[in-house]
């Protein structure tokens, strides 16, 4: 876009140096004979007059010649004058005296009209003008003259130059006008993408105060009018959730508790009802863990599941998890490696990171083969610190992969009720890291395995500040 916007402004000023550099040239360049040619005609004028009166085609005067021959050491040329028969009658280097002249303009002149023609290689010009008489429309004969026009050349080439240099001048003006017009054009829009960006991200609060124009205001304003609708919606939604899963949760507790109950009651009941009791008691627990999940979003969205930040070892957080997801690896026949290359402590609040971890790695574990491995690792630089899961399961596909974060999002959704998945775990851990201002990121590869990295600071940033 910048680029866009600096091509466009800088051809403009490319095609307008161009433009007022030919016409200026072009100026100089039929300007640079004036002076001669305006002596030169007054000169004929003169001659014209003479002839007038005596007739030159039967004889010049010596005052005629005495003329023409200063005329031509003025110049440093050479003078022809010829009748309406083209003959020279007078040459002033005598050559071609009573010779026809044939020569460019020359007819020309004979029916009145004017002839120029420089000659850039011999650096000299010719002049063939008509000699009338007053009284006639046709004319006496022609004057032709041959000059050199060096100093007049130079003085062209020598504009001709300064013009040149002038529009470099303006090019590199024109060039750094364009660096800096497009950025002051393009800003607010890459202030408006960062922003957006930011609200991408997850903070909904945000929002765009960009004032470079009025049509960026008006964008701006119309951006904001639609987080608003949009932020209104998600409220009510979250109020939604929030609500529905509470409502749910003393139905199902009851349930579970009666349940337990029955199943509890004796061996008096059949075998058949004793089976359906069970059935029914897990789908009351996962039931329950979904509504479990749900109300954990909806308090995170609402913020008000409060955060609660110490100073944790994230190693022995790590030890903790391991030893709980142990007995879920051995039933999978899964084989977990955990590596720890230092000592880690950060601020954090040490059970929603629990959840949050604990979430990725029994995913790596539900979603493996049987003899599989998960490799867990921990590492740190000096500003954050690095959890990786790898396994060694069936992949992701590319198409799936941008939308594991997503709310009730299954890439296999078959084995996703074999292993009791409810779509909601990994959201949950991205708004736990999104809440440590941290970052998720997956990679994966079909019947490779996926690996989940978490990037997380060592320390909270002020509210408002930069990271310590």
Partial sequence: MTFSAFLAIFLCGIASCVLISFFV???????????????????????????????????????TKSEL????????????????????????YETKLGKFLVASGVAGSLR??????????????????????????????????????????????????????LCLCALIVIFAYAVARSHFFVRPLHEIKGELDKINAGNAETRLDVRNNRQVSGISNAVNELLERTRETEETRRNFVSDVSHELKTPMASMKVLSEALL?????????????????????????????????????DRRTDAM??????????????LKRVRPLANKHEVEVVYESYRDVYAEADSAKMVTALTNIIENAILYNRPQGNVSVTLNANMSHFFVTVQDTGYGIAESDIAHIFERFYRVDKDRSR?????GLGLAITKEIVSAHDGQIKAYSKVNEGTTISVRIPLSRAPKGGKKA
């Fill in 25 to 63: 040239i072009n100026y100089n360049y039929r300007h640079a004979f004036d002076n001669s040619r305006n002596r030169i005609s007054a000169f004929v004028s003169g001659l014209s007059e003479t002839v007038e009166q005596n007739g030159y085609y039967l004889t010049l005067s010596d005052y």
């Fill in 264 to 300: 509890l009651s004796g061996d008096e009941l059949p075998e058949t009802v004793r089976e359906f009791l069970t059935d029914i008691n897990n789908e009351i627990d996962r039931e329950n863990h979904i509504i479990s999940d749900l109300l954990a979003l909806a308090r995170m």
């Fill in 112 to 165: 009145g009209d004017s002839f120029f023609a420089p000659d850039y290689e011999e650096k000299t010009a010719t002049v063939v003008l008509p000699i009338a008489f007053r009284d006639k429309d046709g004319a006496a004969g022609a004057f032709f003259m041959v000059y050199p026009v060096t100093e007049e050349l130079g003085r062209y080439h020598t504009s001709r130059r300064m013009v040149i240099l």
């Fill in 418 to 422: 074999e292993t009791g998945g409810t």
């Fill in 308 to 321: 609660r930040f110490e100073r944790v070892h994230i190693n022995e957080l790590l030890d903790v998890i």
């Fill in 69 to 92: 021959d200063v005329m031509a050491r003025t110049y440093n040329g050479r003078i022809l004058l010829v009748n309406t028969n083209m003959s020279v009658v007078y040459d002033s």
